[in-house]
């Protein structure tokens, strides 16, 4: 098992190299602010297109080792899974090693983040990207309604921008979406112990499905609807009408323990593999009725 700990970027893309030789094709579809490659790991070439991601904020950074671990050990499995993944395991690398590591190096992004910060003295509360955004606060979305009660400038947490997509990590994952044309797509966060699946109820019916399935599966609440916008699933559901879900992993108060990584790699595979049966299923019965 790997190990979770100051799991950075650069320990990311190592492990990118390994499940590249178990089968995965490697695709940089954009960089961070500061530069960092955002990487797609592709598996499967036919049925539908299952989209997974983690890192998207930063003290929820355990999220990426989580999915990392969760896919390595679910390998056999995915791989004669009648679907095709798509797998982002970091979408906000700068802020991740913000949150490890402290301020980056550049100016004037080591004086700003530093001065958001302040006057707390660790950076273990660190939500944002290297500019001060709230990267899943970013999608246009009923993004209106985020901007009039979340903060108003750079923060480290909860600052939607200015604008939607003005982050270069949130825009890049838009421009994925919209050339990959996802069917499902799952976002892993910490913490709750429960998902959520609609928005403004233009979720399809496949989504309450697929929900009911995943809670009797995992034994993480369903939650349809919560009064919270501008997320990427939220997005998702609103532009292509298909099941969107937000998975929040574990209990506690984030940064969750590294001793909860076992258990949160085990609930991660529950959805994957929650996902692949239900799939699989539904293309049975398509076969029956044919």
Not at 69 to 87: D, K
Not at 251 to 276: H, M, S
Request: aromatic share 12%.
């Amino acid at each position: 098992m790997i190990s979770p700990v100051n799991f950075d970027h650069q320990v990311l893309m190592s492990h990118v190299d390994d499940l590249i030789q178990a089968g995965f094709h490697r695709h940089i579809f954009g960089r961070s602010l500061l530069g960092r490659e955002l990487v797609e790991l592709e598996l499967g070439d036919k049925g539908p297109l299952v989209h997974l991601n983690a890192g998207f904020h930063a003290h929820e950074a355990i999220t990426t080792p989580v999915l990392v671990e969760a896919v390595l050990q679910l390998l056999p499995e995915m791989q004669i899974a009648p679907m095709r993944f798509s797998i982002v395991p970091m979408v906000n690398p700068d802020g991740i090693e913000i949150f490890l590591h402290g301020p980056p190096e550049q100016e004037p992004l080591h004086t700003m983040v530093a001065m958001l910060n302040y006057p707390h003295p660790t950076f273990d509360t660190w939500k944002a990207n290297a500019r001060g955004v709230d990267l899943n606060n970013q999608f246009p979305a009923k993004w209106h309604v985020e901007k009039k009660r979340k903060p108003p400038l750079p923060c480290p947490r909860d600052f939607p921008g200015y604008e939607p997509l003005t982050e270069p990590e949130a825009l890049a994952m838009v421009d994925l979406a919209k050339q990959r044309l996802f069917d499902y797509v799952f976002a892993f966060h910490t913490q709750g112990r429960e998902f959520y699946w609609g928005y403004e109820k233009e979720e399809p019916l496949e989504s309450v499905k697929l929900a009911l399935h995943l809670e009797a599966l995992t034994g993480y609440k369903s939650v349809p609807y919560i009064d919270s916008f501008a997320g990427f699933k939220d997005w998702f559901i609103h532009t292509y009408k298909k099941p969107g879900f937000t998975v929040e992993l574990g209990l506690g108060k984030n940064p969750l323990p590294v001793d909860d990584f076992e258990d949160l790699v085990n609930d991660t595979k529950a959805f994957i593999r929650g996902t692949i049966s239900f799939i699989s299923q539904r293309k049975e019965k398509r076969a029956d009725n044919s």
